[in-house]
C-alpha cells in the first residue's frame, strides 16, 4: 500500500476517535430536545382578592389585618399572547386602580407597585383603600400566585400599612414580609 493510502487511513480512522486518549467513541443519540413550557393561563375575567397579612404581622390592627371588602370588584385583561395583562380594581366610591400583570405557565406575577420608590410613600403604585370607621390601609409589593381552576392563591412580598389619618404615612404601622397571604377567586 502506499503511503499516501496509509495516511488517508489513519485519518479516518482518528475521526471516529478522542482526540486525547485515542480510543474509540461511541456514537450518541442526540439529545432529546425539551418540552414546550406549557401555554399561559387565561385568567381574564372578574374576581374577588383578599390580602392576609404575614403571621409576622403581630403589630398591625385587626382590621389591617385581611383585606377582603376592599376588593371585591377586580377585572383582569389579558393582551392576545396571554402572558402580559392588566389588573384593575375598583374601589367602592368607584376610584380606580391598575397593575401590570405577567404569565407563564399557570404562574402569575402581579406587580402592586415597588414600595421602596414608588409604593406607599411614592406616587405610583400601591393599593390605598379607607378603613371604617377612619383610617386607611395601603399595600404594595409583588404577588405570585398560582391558578387553578377558579382560583388563584399565593404570597405578596411586600408591605401593609395601617394609618389613622388617610394619606398621612409618617405615623403609619407597617409590616413588611415576603409571606402575605394572596388569593383570588373568580366570579
Known amino acids: 500500500m502506499s503511503l499516501r493510502i496509509i495516511a488517508l487511513l489513519a485519518a479516518l480512522a482518528l475521526i471516529g476517535c478522542d482526540q486525547r486518549t485515542m480510543n474509540p467513541v461511541t456514537p450518541v443519540a442526540p439529545a432529546t430536545p425539551l418540552p414546550s413550557p406549557p401555554p ?13 397579612a404575614s403571621a409576622s404581622c403581630t403589630s398591625l390592627p385587626d382590621v389591617a ?3 377582603t371588602q376592599a376588593y371585591d370588584d377586580v377585572v383582569i385583561s389579558q393582551e392576545a399572547s396571554l402572558t402580559k395583562g392588566t389588573l384593575t380594581l375598583t374601589r367602592p366610591d368607584s376610584a380606580k386602580r391598575s397593575f401590570g400583570v405577567s404569565v407563564g405557565g399557570n404562574q402569575v406575577s402581579i406587580d402592586f407597585g415597588d414600595c421602596l420608590n414608588y409604593g406607599i410613600w411614592g406616587s405610583g403604585g400601591g393599593l390605598f383603600y379607607p378603613v371604617m370607621p377612619t383610617g386607611e ?3 404594595c409589593g409583588f404577588g405570585h400566585v398560582v391558578a387553578e381552576g377558579s382560583a388563584m392563591a399565593g404570597s405578596l412580598d411586600g408591605a401593609i400599612s395601617y394609618t389613622t389619618e388617610p394619606g398621612n404615612y409618617a405615623q403609619s404601622i407597617d409590616c413588611f414580609a415576603g409571606d402575605h397571604h394572596l388569593a383570588l377567586q373568580r366570579k
Not at 372578574?46 to 392576609?52: D, H, Q
Open 65 to 67: 389585618k385581611t383585606q
Open 40 to 52: 399561559p393561563a387565561n385568567i381574564a375575567g372578574g374576581y374577588s382578592m383578599t390580602i392576609t
Open 137 to 139: 390601609l395601603a399595600t
